[in-house]
């Protein structure tokens, strides 16, 4: 069984400009979710993707978006960035929410984004 | 709304006795409640869930949680720590946003520490 895999898993920009990260969920998981950890604090939920679908979204701006593609692998871009969206970008995957009342969810190891 | 409130930033313990993690937990409802441990430089790592069933709850590595809705506590236990359990962990609350979305509110994190 392949886990959720994220890349790249460190990568520097330069305030104003884009950035796209990825993901590959867990097999047989049809559900990803995107959390944003800056140092020191607890992951916050940005947005969910349920068959290609927003289906879940946090307190963040517009400038963060997402896709997810047929095999359920899944982008987040964050445009026009900022020093505050340095962090720890990770990724879950799970199986359909609908039949799953738990809301249990699997992790990558993260991607690090710094803004500078 | 949900939150979670880790009680203590950075717990220390000697090798070899007991580990207790507090949090306490605000929901409208019956919650699903998790621990997760980070590693560092890792992902996240499912430790146990409540989903409703046992108060007492049993984990990975010998971890424990009980689940007492009059005080809204999940404390995480453990009764001898090693080395390895020095790490990061997260108390945490499912909730069900709607249309098949959960979304997971993390608390700040505990830095738990193992002296030799």
């Known amino acids: 069984e392949t886990g959720v895999t994220q890349s790249p898993t460190h990568l520097i920009k330069t305030r104003g400009q884009q950035v796209t990260l990825r993901c590959s969920s867990q097999?047989?998981?049809?559900?990803v979710s995107w959390y944003q950890q800056a140092l020191g604090q607890g992951p916050q939920f940005i947005f969910q993707y349920y068959r290609e679908e927003e289906n879940g979204r946090g307190n963040f701006p517009p400038r963060f978006s997402g896709l997810q593609f047929p095999n359920y692998s899944s982008e987040l871009n964050v445009n026009a960035l900022e020093l505050d969206d340095s962090a720890l970008y990770l990724c879950?995957?799970?199986?359909?929410?609908?039949?799953?009342?738990?809301?249990?969810?699997?992790f990558g190891e993260g991607s690090r984004l710094t803004v500078l | 709304a949900q939150s979670v409130t880790q009680l203590d930033s950075h717990v220390s313990v000697s090798e070899g006795t007991p580990v207790l993690l507090r949090c306490n937990y605000s929901?409208?409802?019956?919650?699903?409640l998790f621990w997760y441990v980070q590693h560092p430089n890792k992902g996240l790592q499912l430790l146990l869930k409540?989903?409703?069933?046992?108060?007492l709850v049993k984990g990975i590595n010998g971890f424990e949680a009980e689940f007492k809705k009059s005080e809204t506590s999940f404390h995480l236990t453990k009764p001898s720590a090693h080395m390895s359990d020095a790490a990061e962990y997260f108390c945490v609350v499912s909730s069900y946003s709607g249309a098949g979305s959960y979304q997971l509110t993390f608390g700040k994190g505990t830095k738990l520490s193992v002296i030799p």
């Open positions: 879950a995957s799970s199986f359909s929410l609908l039949r799953d009342n738990t809301g249990e969810l699997f």
């Open positions: 097999s047989g998981h049809n559900t």
């Open positions: 929901s409208s409802y019956s919650p699903s």
């Open positions: 409540y989903t409703s069933a046992a108060t």
